[in-house]
């Protein structure tokens, strides 16, 4: 990882390429016990009122057999916070390190390596913000899914939301960190008066806001055609749970993202609006995955091998 460092006034960035996250996985010699067939689609959108985007969606899918079984593919946004351009700049960095923390580390426990990432990127923002006058007080939610195998490890930071649709069911598997979900849950307010609050925008954690973050990480087992959805709050905060899961069990994923960011925009779009959608198509063994590619590759050349026909060439009568 690049980090460039200076003095007050400097801006920090984080650079990173796929040969750098790649190199040394080789020689470990893992495979995975099952891969996740996905079928993925995202967008980001501006929104009817604010002139910048905050919202940012990232993802990281290895192909290497050691890199799956050890990490799994990633998938997450960030909804940054604060003026000046802070916001992108929180989000966008909150991204990058935790990509490149996670898959640095090639220890195969999940929660740790996710914790650790989340905790180097929450330091580097904050330092940022207390270096730099215009940065002060930037952060950014993180709401970011890892699928392993059969298995889905969530990391939760603030208000953006992750579902999970099972059996045509729909299920937030993630918790709100906000000042008016905490009155829910301690039943000093309706849902009701949490959705209609002047408060509801108030989140109670974020990266980069303070020297320290506690995320919440949680894992689930997979099934076949579940869809996992991402959003920030520009799409909770306009659409209902029943309409997310109408336009993704109606629509690919690509599709879908679309259709509900159009949706959100056509109630006020009030803020960045940021879907991201992840469709479990199959789950299947790593063996007959790798037989099932081998036995497509030897058809292709036994078929390339075949003697070619003359090739008639076709003229005008005179």
């Known amino acids: 990882m690049a980090m460039h460092n200076g003095l007050a006034g400097t801006e920090k960035t984080v650079q990173f390429s796929r040969e750098e996250l790649n190199e040394g996985w080789a020689e470990l010699g893992r495979t995975p016990r099952v891969l996740a067939k996905i079928k993925f689609g995202a967008k980001t959108d501006l929104g009817r009122i604010r002139e910048n985007n905050e919202d940012k969606f990232d993802f990281y899918e290895p192909e290497d057999p050691a890199v799956l079984a050890t990490k799994g593919v990633f998938y997450g946004l960030a909804d940054g916070m604060g003026g000046h351009s802070a ?81 045509e069911e729909i299920t937030q598997i993630t918790e709100d960190h906000s000042w008016v979900s905490e009155q829910v849950r301690n039943g000093s307010m309706t ?68 259709r509900l960011i159009e949706e959100a925009n056509e109630r006020g779009g009030r803020d960045n609006i940021t879907v991201l959608v992840i469709s479990v198509r199959e789950l299947k063994s790593y063996e007959s995955d790798a037989e099932d590619e081998a036995g497509a590759a030897q058809l292709a050349y036994s078929a390339s091998d075949q003697p070619k026909s003359e090739k008639r060439v076709w003229g005008r009568r005179k």
Do not use: W
Request: charged share 20%; aromatic share 4%; with cysteine.
């Open 87 to 167: 916001g992108q700049i929180a989000c966008e960095l909150a991204l990058k390190v935790v990509i490149r923390s996670y898959y640095a580390n090639q220890s195969s426990d999940t929660h740790a390596s996710l914790r650790r990432a989340v905790e180097e990127a929450n330091s580097l923002i904050y330092d940022t913000a207390q270096m730099i006058t215009e940065r002060n007080g930037m952060g950014t939610t993180l709401t970011a899914v890892i699928v392993r195998e059969d298995m889905l490890t969530v990391v939760q930071v603030g208000d953006s939301r992750a579902y999970l649709v099972r059996d």
């Open 191 to 258: 849902l009701e008066e949490a959705q209609a609050s002047p408060f509801r925008n108030i989140i109670t954690r974020s990266i980069g806001t303070s020297s320290s973050v506690e995320a919440d990480i949680t894992t689930h087992p997979l099934q076949e055609d579940d869809i996992i959805i991402m959003c920030s709050d520009g799409l909770s905060g306009h659409l209902d749970i029943s309409e997310i899961r109408n336009a993704v069990l109606e629509h690919s994923p690509s599709i879908a993202a679309t």
